[in-house]
């Protein structure tokens, strides 16, 4: 550019149009077709592929009623799922109020207000406190200028920030001020350096873009339809030769090929898409009344599966407000040292007062205030960054003057004011407590006199030592990464609870300084990492990410990468734009517990999933081997095509209900995950219980006629289902497991009426080609199914002592 020369009148209003035509408008790119990206995204896993082609498979065997259930499913879950994100979404846009609409601007001379999208390299800002930065800008002019940089270094402490000299092009962090910093205090004109995707903040956003992070959800059910697919083939492979080898030059092909697909499309759980659809609603729906809005609905089962939460400690653990704690007053002064730190406090007239002063001034006592009437300010002197304090001159009613000095205790060791000796033990104190410690000098004329210190704290929420032994019985490790300083974020962690050794805490650099294999010795362990910077939280997250599923709450737009790469990423309301679009979850109330809740109905959402999962994978191959293997002793189909899907689609009815049951204490006292060891265990050993008992009922009937076979074995599956969905429910033994929620025992007995009224019912019969059972045949099916029960619950026991020991 070529008007970087210190002129301050500003761009005429020529030059404004045209570089607004070369730079564009100030304003991140917007995401384009959203409403198309949600739906193509409930394609990216090959679980909804799966029951595609088996929908349009069925369609080709004619079956146009499985085929439309089965499509129905496939957009009921997709359609649930993009309305439920799609409003969450619009809902996360309403809350974008980071960023004022319009600045003050210098051009053709003189200041005027102009729409933020508007602003452009060159132009003057006129910034005044309370003021966000729209913009990358050098600072030329600056009067007590201190500012919040707390979205890109996580420091919750103003810094002073002061003018470039006239001449400079290019300005190091002390000149500079970054798109999104808050001037607390004080005013400058800046000149605009960068906008719109040329910022700080954008190439920040544009890191946060190239971070991707799988849901565990997504990952999960591809595994699990992976499973099934490569099962399915392989065993449908041998089925088909060995019917051509047993039957030979006699097989019908085109009908046994026709019934092997069938059998392969009766195995997919086609409610799987449907019951995490609820069960992520119903989470959604349960967070909302907590004031939180889920982005991504798959993060609500994800929360589900963290078990090391990461977070900053500012106005999550603590209050992020100053609150005065104590003070050290020198004996021999004339004056409290909190009156005379209230009489330095310049930001009071502010629109955003700076921490310490409106905490000096909210630590007055009624007698404080009275006396300090008696006062009357003079001059304001600046902040002086090189001497770490700031000064004011006021007058007494006698006509006495005093020049007073507010600081830094470093500042008055140096003076010469006060012995370090003296008061080091007490210094130390308050920093171990994480304390912020102010001195106070004043001179009457006489010269300057040390009146005392005066320390601030920022308190814990109420709710937190609560919260952090809630997340103890989920087993859940809180790590805080502050851009605090040691002594302060480690006072912080002992405080809460979650620090009990001064190893638990470390600065970032240090620990990333360590060998590659002590650190990942020793992540684990770290309970609180200090003076992080954004390049250093990815770092850690990417680390942390190896051994735990890790979430993580940020704000700040250096948080925004973090949060891309963390499995589960969260922001609170007034997060940086960036932070809240990178985000799955958006807190409009920043309160940890609402965090801990929320991992609490992640893992109940998930637990009710696995409870679908299990059952079905179960129910449908133990019937499935039993049908498949049973078609080599008969010259019939064991079960028509037709039936075969009728059976899974009654069967997955009762057990879509599971999304609404009720989760034990003992089912969410550790991370969900797919735990897939667990889940073969199990599916082997009960689906081959089930695939006896179905085996049984083959021998029973498919001597007396095919129809008989089919219609018995087509009740009989429905029944042993059912009550396998009662006893898989939970690993515990039944009569421990408690009572299914009504949902599940309505739906349940209702799939069990139409599956005895429909071979009675001639024209459902005629229609499925069932034949009427007689009574002594369902007084069998129903013993059986009973022994059934029984059989599962002996077996279930010691599978889950095996489980429980591993684990």
Not at 86 to 100: C, I, M
Not at 268 to 290: D, Y
Request: proline share 4%.
């Amino acid at each position: 550019m070529n008007d970087l020369d210190g002129y301050l009148d500003g761009l005429a209003s020529t030059e404004v149009v045209e570089r607004q035509s070369q730079y564009g408008p100030n304003a991140l790119p917007q995401t384009r077709h959203r409403l198309i990206r949600l739906i193509l995204r409930q394609f990216s896993g090959i679980f909804n592929l799966l029951l595609l082609a088996a929908s349009a498979v069925t369609f080709a065997l004619g079956e146009v009623i499985d085929g439309a259930f089965i499509l129905f499913f496939v957009f009921l879950g997709t359609a649930l799922n993009v309305y439920q994100e799609y409003k969450s979404n619009a809902a996360a846009d309403k809350l974008k109020s980071y960023f004022v609409r319009s600045i003050t601007v210098r051009r053709d001379g003189k200041d005027q207000e102009v729409p933020v999208v508007e602003i452009v390299p060159g132009d003057i800002l006129n910034l005044e406190s309370g003021d966000i930065v729209p913009a990358d800008a050098i600072i030329r002019r600056a009067h007590n200028l201190l500012v919040d940089e707390t979205t890109f270094t996580g420091e919750s402490i103003p810094v002073s920030k002061q003018a470039a000299d006239s001449s400079t092009q290019e300005a190091d962090e002390e000149h500079r001020l970054l798109q999104g910093v808050v001037i607390v205090r004080g005013n400058a004109l800046a000149l605009v350096t960068a906008t719109g995707n040329k910022t700080r903040f954008a190439a920040i956003a544009k890191t946060a873009s190239e971070v991707q992070a799988e849901s565990e959800l997504t990952k999960g059910i591809d595994r699990i339809s992976t499973f099934i697919l490569r099962i399915t083939i392989i065993t449908l492979l041998f089925i088909v030769l060995a019917n051509v080898l047993i039957e030979g030059k006699s097989t019908d092909i085109p009908q046994l090929l026709i019934f092997a697909i069938a059998l392969a499309v009766s195995v997919i759980p086609e409610a799987l898409p449907l019951v995490l659809t609820f069960s992520l609603s119903r989470g959604a729906l349960q967070l909302a009344k907590r004031d939180v809005i889920v982005k991504r609905l798959s993060s609500v089962q994800d929360l589900g599966s963290v078990n090391l939460l990461c977070t900053d400690k500012t106005g999550t653990i603590t209050e992020n407000r100053l609150v005065h704690q104590g003070d050290y007053m020198n004996p021999d002064s004339r004056f409290h040292p909190l009156l005379l730190a209230r009489l330095a406090a310049h930001g009071l007239k502010e629109r955003s007062p700076e921490p310490f002063d409106r905490a000096t001034d909210e630590a007055l006592t009624p007698e404080q205030r009275k006396e300090l009437e008696a006062f009357k300010i003079l001059q304001e002197e600046a902040f002086d960054p090189a001497l770490r304090s700031n000064g004011a001159i006021v007058s007494l009613k006698d006509g006495s003057q005093l020049h007073i000095r507010r600081g830094s205790p470093e500042y008055f060791f140096d003076q010469g004011l006060v012995n370090r000796d003296l008061l080091g033990s007490w210094l130390e104190e308050e920093e171990n407590h994480g304390r912020r410690v102010l001195g106070v000098s004043y001179d009457d004329g006489s010269g300057p006199r040390f009146a005392g210190f005066i320390s601030f704290v920022d308190n814990l929420k109420d709710t937190t030592i609560e919260t952090i032994n809630l997340a103890r019985e989920l087993n859940v490790a809180i790590t805080i990464i502050t851009g605090d300083a040691l002594k302060v974020a480690e006072a912080v962690g002992r405080e809460a609870g979650l620090v009990s050794s001064s190893e638990e805490v470390m600065q970032a650099a240090d620990f990333l300084a360590l060998p590659i294999q002590e650190q990942h010795k020793r992540i684990g362990k770290i309970r609180v990492f200090a003076r992080t910077t954004p390049e250093q939280k990815l770092q850690l997250i990417g680390q942390l990410k190896e051994q735990y599923t890790v979430g993580f709450l940020g704000e700040g737009i250096n948080d925004a990468p973090a949060l891309k790469a963390a499995h589960v990423s969260m922001v609170v309301q007034s997060a940086a734009d960036v932070a809240r679009e990178t985000a799955d979850i958006v807190l409009v109330k920043n309160d940890l517990r609402v965090i801990v809740d929320g991992i609490r109905l992640g893992r109940e959402t998930h637990a009710n999933t696995l409870k679908y999962i299990r059952a079905t994978l179960v129910s449908n191959f133990g019937n499935f081997y039993a049908v498949a293997i049973g078609s080599l002793f008969i010259t019939f189909l064991p079960m028509l095509p037709k039936q075969l899907l009728l059976l899974n689609l009654l069967s997955d009815f009762p057990m879509m209900a599971i999304a609404f049951d009720r989760v034990s204490a003992k089912e969410v006292s550790r991370a969900q995950s797919y735990d897939f060891r667990s889940l073969y265990i199990i599916f082997v050993t009960l689906g081959l219980v089930s695939t006896v008992f179905d085996f049984i009922y083959f021998a029973l009937f498919y001597r007396i006629s095919p129809e008989v076979l089919q219609t018995n074995w087509f009740i009989a599956s429905v029944i042993t289902e059912l009550l396998l969905m009662v006893s898989i429910r939970s690993m515990l033994p039944i009569e421990k497991a408690g009572w299914p929620a009504p949902i599940v025992v309505l739906i349940s007995a209702l799939a069990f009426v139409i599956t005895l009224a429909l071979p009675l019912i001639p024209q459902t019969a005629a229609l499925f080609e069932f034949t009427m059972p007689t009574l002594d045949h369902l007084a069998l099916i129903m013993g059986l199914a009973v022994l059934y029960l029984i059989a599962t619950e002996v077996v279930k026991r010691p599978i889950a002592r095996f489980l429980n020991k591993d684990q």
